[in-house]
């Protein structure tokens, strides 16, 4: 849903000149700015490392729900596929890498909840890598402009919860945000940078 968000804006923006989408599966969209790789195995781009020279920013969009998981299937997920990726890309150190984590996420990496302190690893070996690494930390995300969650759950409370966005944004502006104003926020840190790498969604929301 995230990845959808950030695709329209990147499409949208006059100063992309090219967008190449990785995943698992097609985007479903045609554009002239638009080239597309569909690899089963996203955590190997050995494939395609030669088509991704030249890219001024990876907008890294993948995730699951920890919802069920052991800690060590979402750490495979969220840990070991995320580095996968930006140990590759890192071989271009001028890339600037943006990482969508999660509002709570525990850099101490020591909390209670496990996917919290999964997601705090993963942030601070991102921070490690030798290119310029922003986390974003967004808490609700309300999709806009008919995207939706793959997740049948996740999208019939999307739908229910769309009515109520303008007073949430009102009464906890802190803690809710929109697929428009991450991909746009993300579009700021690759242009322009931020003023720290930890971004919260009071962080996401200003630059978006």
């Known amino acids: 849903m995230v990845g959808q968000g950030v695709l329209r804006e990147c499409l949208r923006d006059p100063d992309v000149s090219a967008v190449l989408a990785v995943g698992r599966g097609p985007t479903g969209q045609e554009h002239p700015k638009l080239r597309e790789e569909v690899l089963a195995n ?53 890339l600037t890498f943006v990482y969508v984590s999660g509002q709570g996420t525990d850099s101490s990496e020591r909390g209670r909840r496990m996917w919290a302190r999964v997601k705090g690893r993963t942030e601070n070996a ?31 409370m999307y739908a229910v919860v769309k009515p109520l966005y303008p007073l949430l944004r009102r009464i906890a502006p802190a803690y809710v945000t929109t697929t428009e104003q991450v991909g746009r926020a993300m579009l700021h840190v690759a242009r322009a940078g931020a003023p720290k790498r930890v971004l919260e969604t009071k962080d996401i929301n200003a630059l978006g």
């Open 42 to 94: 996203v955590g190997d781009l050995g494939p395609i490392a030669d088509e991704m020279v030249g890219y001024d920013a990876c907008f890294f969009c993948l995730g699951v729900s920890s919802a069920g998981m052991s800690e060590e299937a979402y750490r495979k997920v969220t840990f070991d596929l995320t580095l996968a990726v930006a140990r590759t890309l890192a071989r271009n150190t001028k």
């Open 126 to 156: 991102l921070l490690e890598l030798p290119f310029q690494t922003y986390a974003m930390r967004p808490g609700y995300i309300q999709p806009l402009h008919g995207i939706t969650s793959k997740t049948r759950l996740y999208s019939a």
